[in-house]
């Protein structure tokens, strides 16, 4: 589970999942991740975050957590692509 907090309005996606959150409400997207040593394949996430032109604010923060509510902080490996996007 992917887990946005945001006060702008966000789309995650995340394989083949999609979800939206509107209005600082924030999302979660259910997905599967594999472990690349398994099947040598990575998994890509993007987050898009919405400036509307009276938001005070511009951010966000993920969590990833696995079936059981465990956070996966110290797990997971985040590569940014060259341009800096994901």
Do not use: C, H, W
């Not at 999942?17 to 409400?25: A, D, E, F, R, Y």
């Not at 032109?53 to 110290?74: C, E, H, M, R, W």
């Amino acid at each position: 589970m992917i887990a946005i907090a945001s006060p702008n309005d966000v789309q995650v996606y995340a394989g083949t999942s999609k979800s939206v959150g509107l209005n600082g409400q924030g999302t979660t997207v259910l997905t599967s991740l594999p472990a690349y040593r398994n099947g040598r394949s990575l998994t890509r996430i993007m987050i898009k975050v919405f400036q509307r032109p009276g938001d005070a604010q511009f951010g966000f923060s993920a969590n990833v957590n696995d079936a059981d509510g465990n956070k996966l902080d110290d797990v997971l490996v985040i590569k940014l692509g060259p341009e800096g996007s994901i």
